[in-house]
Nanobody, 114 residues
Framework: VQLQASGGGLVQAGGSLRLSCEASRDIDSINVMGWYRQAPGKQRELVARISGDGSANYADFVKGRATISRRAGSNLMSLQMSSLKSEDTGVYYC?????????WGKGTQVTVSS
């Protein structure tokens, strides 16, 4: 699966943004999709993930500020984030866990200015 992340950019603290992940095939064939982020000098960490049945998990640092969604029958998954903080700055990566492997997109930069 090839994944293309988009929607990153520069946003002021307190603002919102929506990240999108477009897969090269129907995501109904993908078990779990998720967003990870990596800040400068830090390890990549899970932000949120969603299963095929729609159940979602969120990292504590985004609970209440983020919503992950996937559209059945499509190739799109998204992450809506609000009340952004400077600590949310980083490269956000789309991930797909499918029957044929674990796949990563190239990432999209999110920069939150305080």
């Amino acid at each position: 699966v090839q994944l293309q992340a988009s929607g990153g950019g520069l946003v002021q603290a307190g603002g919102s943004l929506r990240l999108s992940c477009e897969a090269s095939r129907d995501i109904d064939s993908i078990n779990v999709m998720g967003w990870y982020r990596q800040a400068p000098g830090k390890q990549r960490e899970l932000v949120a993930r969603i299963s095929g049945d729609g159940s979602a998990n969120y990292a504590d640092f985004v609970k209440g500020r983020a919503t992950i969604s996937r559209r059945a029958g499509s190739n799109l998954m998204s992450l809506q984030m609000s009340s952004l903080k400077s600590e949310d700055t980083g490269v956000y990566y789309c991930n797909a866990g499918a029957f044929d492997g674990d796949f990563w997109g190239k990432g999209t930069q999110v920069t939150v200015s305080s």
